[in-house]
């Protein structure tokens, strides 16, 4: 049951999309800053500055913004058996074509577009990593599976998302058949995981870098060797306090044989 109200239930869709086709811009916009840092380092040189940056930034936002603002329309809430619902990523039966066309649209130039972009950039700094003359052989290794890396976590959280998403609209177009009913049934469930991928790269991806740092590996082991400092002093101190406690007592019962 939705208890919110139409408005919220509009508002629910715009945010998380928005919050979805941001990440992934912003993401194509990081490809291509180490793209230009990586293989045309000199050209690069004072070309961003933090003025450029806010400028970008804003315009991705703007593009999101306009792109995704067609969902307050297609969106709301629908009385079903006596329960309110809230139409997640879909739309009235009406104007279920049209919003078909409107989510391949967004799949195209919000997905599709970037993610070939990211695929270029990250591809010619790979080939740019090998075919240069490195003195530092371990950390172009690392930098190539970081990429990788990085390429393999969008790919997983993204691509499944918009492919289940317009399965799911395209079977409710087209696939409304009691023979397709158990096949309908596993796509949207199916559908409802990749929902969930798709949020958990906003998470995921800080944590990759984080943890790809060198700054994160150093300051974990340096706190992993105080902890075990720490225990053997704190057994070592229980160690003694016993051993003058049985001392102690000895004394007092007049047991010299110690």
């Excluded at 941001?22 to 916009?29: A, K, M, N, V």
């Excluded at 930034?57 to 999101?64: E, G, T």
């Amino acid at each position: 049951d939705w208890i919110f109200g139409d408005f919220m239930c509009k508002l629910q869709r715009f945010i998380f999309h928005v919050n979805l086709y941001g990440s992934i811009l912003f993401l194509t916009c990081i490809s291509v800053h180490r793209y230009t840092g990586v293989v045309h380092p000199l050209k690069s040189l004072g070309r961003l500055k933090k003025k450029n940056a806010v400028y970008i930034s804003a315009l991705v936002w703007f593009v999101v913004a306009v792109g995704i603002s067609p969902i307050f329309f297609f969106s709301g809430t629908e009385e079903r058996d006596i329960r309110t619902m809230a139409r997640y990523d879909t739309t009235a039966n009406d104007y279920l074509r049209s919003y078909f066309i409107y989510s391949m649209c967004t799949t195209v130039f919000l997905f599709c577009i970037p993610f070939i972009l990211i695929l270029g950039c990250y591809g010619l700094i790979v080939k740019a990593l090998i075919y240069k003359d490195l003195d530092n052989s371990p950390l172009r290794r690392k930098s190539i599976y970081l990429v990788i890396i990085v390429l393999a976590v969008f790919a997983v959280s993204y691509l499944p998302f918009h492919v289940m998403k317009n399965l799911n609209l395209r079977a409710r177009l087209d696939f409304q058949t009691p023979e397709m009913c158990a096949f309908n049934n596993r796509v949207y469930a199916t559908y409802q995981v990749t929902r969930g991928l798709a949020s958990l790269n906003s998470c995921v991806d800080p944590i990759l870098y984080f943890l790809a740092g060198d700054t994160f590996r150093r300051k974990l082991s340096r706190a992993t060797r105080k902890a075990s400092r720490r225990s053997e002093l704190n057994v070592q101190s229980k160690s003694e306090d016993m051993t003058l406690s049985i001392l102690s007592e000895c004394k007092q019962n007049g047991d010299t044989n110690l």
